[in-house]
């Protein structure tokens, strides 16, 4: 009976020890080149799209946060963009297949008209390992002064996954590739190896204490 309470107990703690556990997946940074001094603002009109190349490594990631250094052409734009990730299944490099959106639609005017970073976060845009990817801006219905948003570039071709593949899509059709002046972008994911929490090492601690002490306790009754 004792035996049988005893395996009850220490099962019980240690499924609620695993219950309780939250280990996170370790983070990285796909793409940054936010911090480069930026060299000029590509700009789109309505209709048009600008891409930036990113890759993926040997293990699979989901985007969680992005962030692009844009900027509105005109302090009284109106209208809106959207920003999306593609594969670059397109032939020759280019965009090819809507992978996600990170944004479907999103207000021109509250750009600044000076450069800034904007960003997006609690996405889940789940990657494939070893893969070629494009974050993609496109501008949607403009209107008033010169009808533009920018996204910055930068000489300098630096950071995580730079040098990388940019296009551009107007009049109907993708330009490009291209490795110069690469937009600047960050664009962070969670993959890999779960990482346990310190909490969880605590909890698991602890647990196997109860256990430890419960069978003492148990086998201290049964000689007495």
Known sequence: MKKALFSF?????????????????????????????????????????EAQGFQTTAQGYTVTDVSMLLSKASPFVTGNFSVSIF???????????????????????????????????????????????????????????????GWVETATATGTGFPSDRALYTGGSWYGPQQNNPLQMKIDASGGTAVPEPSTYALLCLSLGVVGFARRRMMKNEKG
């Open 9 to 49: 107990l220490t099962h019980s703690v240690l499924t609620v020890t695993v219950l309780s556990a939250s280990p996170s997946f370790a983070s990285t940074v796909l793409s940054d080149n936010l911090s480069n001094g930026p060299d000029g603002t590509y700009t789109l009109l309505t209709g048009e799209s």
């Open 87 to 149: 594969d670059a299944t397109g032939g020759g490099g280019k965009p090819g297949s809507f992978i996600g959106s990170v944004v479907s639609s999103y207000d021109a005017s509250l750009l600044n008209y000076a450069a800034s970073a904007v960003s997006w976060d609690n996405l889940s845009i789940v990657l494939t390992p070893d893969t070629s990817y494009y974050l993609v801006l496109t501008a949607n219905n403009l209107q008033n002064g010169p009808a533009r948003i």
